[in-house]
């Protein structure tokens, strides 16, 4: 393989993970944001036709050194860039960009070749002539345009429109039985190089296209074109309103997906808080419970009382000292609840006694019953 063409495959190869905002690489730099002015360019440049030129002053051409440091206001570093200009994108516009800024006082003019011309030497493009006039017309940094520019610049061509440079990257562009086109206008001294845009060119976004083709169809007929203006067949335009209607379905099935998933989410958080507060309650009413019916309980506290209540009330009074005593024989058939020795039969009245002190037991009992339901109601709760 030749250099010339090892030359021409490094041109086409895009490092699209190096390059930043609108394909700048490092080298390039990103710049700095700057306050926002509103002075603006208001018209399209004018075509070189549409010019009148002061022919009464002579052509001079300025050197690179005199370039370089700058010329009077009155005469300007006239600069001529030339292209396809083929759907114009932001490649196109940093290389203006680059010709405008070589040097301090410059004026930019660009030529754009014909459709005939491009069809010829090229190849077909997807925008017309005029369209691509239009659109390097409304670039900010060009100054003037050149419709119709011819493939290879000739000297008639140079003094013509007074250029004094020509703008263009330094990849040798072989055309027209030529191995590179701006041969003569490097010898002459005349050629300022400027760096290629990497991650875009035209032929880069026609790949896209052509490789998505079925996506910007199916794009296209639904914005409304027809069929025959896309030159898509009758199958294909059956089948494309099918996969668009099964797009449709499976964006509505995600759509469900994920609000289903966020339902769950949902879900979670609230059984998660539910089991915090259930374990909260739990907590107040086990150790509510242990209060009442734990060891140390009150529930042991009152059982002692009314246990205490109970003996005492059960338990005969002595007789006064000074009243007589009757001797009588033990009972074989009773016994103290709470001695093992036998006692005489009770007195009526120790008999009423003994039913009323069973009674305040059976009715603290009962109140105690309904305190411990309301508590265990209320922990529930």
């Known amino acids: 393989m030749d250099a010339h063409s090892s030359a021409k495959i490094n041109a086409r190869k895009r490092r699209k ?126 100054d003037e345009v050149v419709r119709n520019a011819p493939w290879t610049l000739t000297p008639e061509f140079l003094a013509e429109h007074r250029i004094d440079f020509v703008a263009h990257d330094d990849i040798p562009y072989s055309s027209a039985g030529s191995d590179d086109v701006y041969k003569h206008i490097k010898e002459a001294g005349m050629f300022a190089p400027t760096q290629r845009t990497e991650g875009i060119s035209t032929s880069d976004i026609i790949t896209r296209i052509v490789r998505d083709y079925d996506v910007y169809a199916r794009r296209n007929l639904q914005r409304g074109y027809t069929a025959k203006e896309l030159n898509v067949s009758f199958i294909n335009e059956k089948k494309y309103h099918l996969q668009e209607r099964v797009d449709k379905v499976k964006k509505k099935v995600k759509d469900v997906e994920e609000k289903s998933k966020e339902f769950v989410q949902k879900v979670e ?71 093992g020795k036998t006692s005489p039969p009770s007195s009526p009245t120790n008999l ?19 305190f411990a339901s309301h508590v265990l109601l209320t922990q529930v709760q």
């Not at 700095?32 to 051409?61: M, N, T």
């Open 269 to 339: 958080e609230k059984s998660i808080d539910l089991i915090q507060k259930w374990e909260e309650k739990s907590r107040e009413f086990i150790g509510s419970f242990l209060e009442m019916f734990g060891p140390e309980g009150a529930l042991k506290h009152m059982l002692k009382e009314g246990k205490g209540r109970m003996l005492q009330a059960i338990s005969p009074k002595q007789s006064p000292s000074s009243s007589p005593t009757r001797e009588r024989s033990p009972s074989p058939s009773f016994r103290w609840p709470f001695s």
């Open 17 to 142: 993970e190096a390059a930043g905002p609108n394909g700048a690489t490092e080298e390039d730099g990103i710049p700095s944001k700057v306050q926002r002015c509103a002075v603006g360019l208001r018209q399209p440049a004018p075509f070189s036709d549409e010019i009148e030129v002061d022919l009464s002053k002579p052509y001079v051409r300025v050197t690179m050194e005199e370039a370089r440091k700058g010329t009077p206001c009155e005469r300007p570093v006239r600069v001529y860039a030339d292209g396809i200009f083929d759907l114009f994108h932001s490649g196109h516009a940093r290389a203006l960009m680059q010709a405008k800024n070589l040097f301090p006082n410059t004026y930019l003019i660009v030529g754009v070749c014909s459709d005939e011309l491009t069809h010829n030497f090229k190849g077909f493009t997807v925008m017309n002539e005029n369209e691509r006039y239009d659109a390097v017309q409304h670039c900010r940094y060009v």
């Open 352 to 370: 009423s006694r003994h039913k009323a002190a069973a009674y305040d037991i059976r009715y603290s009992y009962l109140e105690y019953n309904k």
